[in-house]
């Protein structure tokens, strides 16, 4: 709605995040059955979501460097919240935006 955000996401606690699209700054592992791919899980573990696993209040608002690969970078505003299952923690909500 906004081109100004650039992802929207629900990230599970470890840094876990489904997707379907090449990242920078991630670990890359391939859930198999046989020998087709079937789904690609990314797990990041930069300092923003270090910070986001860590964060108990409300929302974090983080602002950093993103690597958009090639050598640039963008600077991005990272908005997140807990996501609570059961009372639980189980990831959170994150809105990066420029």
Do not use: E
């Not at 100004?4 to 198999?32: D, M, Q």
């Not at 087709?36 to 860590?54: G, H, L, N, S, T």
């Not at 993103?66 to 996501?83: E, T, W």
Request: proline letters at 5%; glycine letters at 10%.
């Amino acid at each position: 709605m906004d081109p100004r955000i650039v992802f929207c996401v629900a990230w599970a606690k470890g840094g876990y995040l489904p997707t379907h699209t090449r990242t920078i700054g991630c670990r890359r592992a391939r859930i198999r059955t046989g020998m087709r791919p079937i789904a690609a899980i990314r797990i990041f573990d930069d300092r923003a979501v270090r910070k986001v696993a860590q964060n108990r209040k409300p929302f974090l608002l983080q602002t950093y460097r993103r690597n958009m690969g090639g050598g640039k970078f963008v600077l991005m505003k990272d908005l997140s919240s807990p996501i609570l299952v059961d009372g639980r923690l189980w990831g959170a909500f994150r809105m990066g935006y420029q």
